[in-house]
């Protein structure tokens, strides 16, 4: 059973950065069929993709964060992370974890697996 | 971007009704491999997003079948044939065809 955890901060000082890190497990984070995903969701609002990266480290980005986001990914510990920098309030939002599908083999071109979500709240 | 619109915004259903949900995009989702990146979510109250439709019309694993999805290019719907009490929350459509990857702004569905 594939499951991910986010964990990290749940409240940040403006204008620091957000540190989120996604572990997982009952999958093998270097398959060659998955991208490991960031989706925020702010307070009572819609869905937003942040990005992913591969397991070789290819990132992409929303071009709305570029700027700010970093993902990396550890292979060795099965993790995946996101970095946000020069947060506002208006960063405040419930961060996902996700697996995103590129194969026939499973959902093509969905997030099959999220984790819980995490509240990050940004206020000083 | 590619801008997702979704419609209604709210539908109260009745249970054993059926119950149908647009979503439409501001360009193709239709790929030359023949496939329309468009998928479905249901987010529960309190719950994360789950999978239900992928590449348009295609269930997730563990998806009922009173679940199904259809349309082509920049039209598509989510049908549920009988709705249950367990099927209440806000449903999305996403496109997967560019990055970044958009979601339609949600449709909540409640029980009358």
């Known amino acids: 059973q594939v499951q991910l955890q986010e964990s990290g901060p749940g409240l940040v000082k403006p204008s620091q950065t957000l540190s989120l890190t996604c572990t997982v497990s009952?999958?093998?984070?270097?398959?060659?069929?998955?991208?490991w995903s960031w989706i925020r969701q702010h307070p009572g609002k819609g869905l937003e993709w942040i990005g992913y990266?591969?397991?070789?480290?290819?990132?992409y980005y929303n071009p709305s964060l570029k700027s700010r986001v970093t993902i990396s990914v550890d292979t060795s510990m099965n993790q995946f992370s996101l970095d946000l920098n020069s947060v506002t309030a208006a960063d405040t939002a419930v961060y996902y974890c996700?697996?995103?599908?590129?194969?026939?083999?499973?959902?093509?071109?969905?997030?099959?697996?999220w984790g819980q979500g995490t509240l990050v709240t940004v206020s000083s | 971007d590619v801008v997702m619109t979704q419609s209604p915004l709210s539908l109260p259903v009745t249970p054993g009704e059926p119950a149908s949900i647009s979503c439409r995009s501001s360009?193709?989702?239709?790929?030359?491999?023949?496939?329309?990146?468009l998928d479905w979510y249901l987010q529960k109250p309190g719950q994360s997003p789950q999978l239900l439709i992928y590449?348009?019309?295609n269930r997730a694993s563990g998806v009922p079948d009173r679940f199904s999805g259809s349309g082509s290019g920049t039209d598509f719907t989510l049908r549920i044939s009988r709705v249950e009490p367990d099927d209440v929350g806000v449903y999305y459509c996403?496109?997967?065809?560019?990055?970044?990857?958009?979601f339609g702004g949600g449709t909540k569905v409640e029980i009358k």
């Open positions: 996700a697996r995103y599908c590129t194969s026939t083999s499973c959902p093509k071109g969905g997030f099959d697996y």
């Open positions: 009952g999958d093998s984070i270097s398959s060659d069929v998955f991208y």
């Open positions: 990266i591969f397991h070789s480290g290819r990132t």
């Open positions: 360009q193709s989702l239709l790929q030359s491999d023949g496939y329309n990146y």
């Open positions: 590449l348009g019309s």
């Open positions: 996403m496109q997967a065809l560019l990055t970044p990857e958009t």
